[in-house]
């Protein structure tokens, strides 16, 4: 059975730049789509990214000049790097694995504050 | 504001049948996008509920139920259960946004 896991800081300060990781446990990155997805705290799901197991990527327009998603075979990892960080971006952030348009398998999710 | 909405809240008594709309345009729903619906239970990361064409991953009761038409969509829940007391969420894709996904703004079921 395949299960995510974030990993990353829990507080981060204005200005700098958030980088996260997910790791694959129990399946492999071929043939499917690895996703960010994060919920502001009391608020409703916000699409950020997805990576396709060949580097391929797709962003959310509002968040494209400061995303990068990346996938690494080599680990069974995806990782998310977020730039110009501010409250705003405060938020718990879920990795997904996507297949076919929708996200079968989802993180726990991690709570990331952005304060100074 | 999203993309595709949905009401804010809906309630039902154990037993009843309720629906949550989803509501999108041309741009999404109407263009023949896959609608999927997700279920978050309180304090847990969202879980698919149904994917595209009424597909129920391995779990789901049949109790839960999707439909389409035009450019909306609706989950339609019968026989509720206090455990389905939870956020339900609609996603799809939207052509004017570089074909990004897109998600409603969520819609919390109340069993009372």
């Known amino acids: 059975q395949v299960q995510l896991q974030e990993s990353g800081p829990g507080l981060v300060k204005p200005s700098a730049t958030l980088s996260l990781t997910c790791t694959v446990s129990g399946g492999v990155l071929t043939n499917y789509y690895w996703s960010w997805i994060r919920q502001p705290p009391g608020k409703g799901l916000e699409y950020i990214g997805y990576a396709y197991y060949s580097g391929s990527t797709n962003y959310n327009p509002s968040l494209r000049s400061r995303v990068t998603i990346s996938v690494d075979p080599s680990k069974n990892q995806f990782s998310l790097n977020l730039r110009s960080l501010n409250v705003a971006d405060t938020a718990v952030y879920y990795c997904?694995?996507?297949?076919?348009?929708?996200?079968?398998?989802w993180g726990q999710g991690t709570l990331v504050t952005v304060s100074s | 504001q999203s993309v595709l909405t949905q009401p804010p809240s809906v309630s039902g008594a154990p037993g009843q049948r309720v629906t949550i709309s989803c509501s999108g345009s041309s741009s999404n729903i109407g263009s023949g996008y896959e609608v999927h619906w997700y279920q978050q239970l309180p304090g847990t990361a969202p879980k698919l509920l149904l994917s595209g064409h009424n597909k129920r991953p391995s779990g789901v009761p049949d109790r839960f139920s999707g439909s389409k038409s035009g450019t909306s969509a609706s989950l339609a829940i019968t026989g509720l259960q206090a455990e389905d007391e939870a956020d339900y969420y609609c996603?799809?894709?939207?052509?004017?946004?570089?074909?990004?996904?897109?998600f409603g703004g969520g819609t919390k079921l109340t069993v009372l």
């Open positions: 996603q799809t894709y939207d052509n004017r946004l570089s074909a990004s996904v897109v």
């Open positions: 997904a694995r996507g297949i076919g348009s929708s996200w079968d398998v």
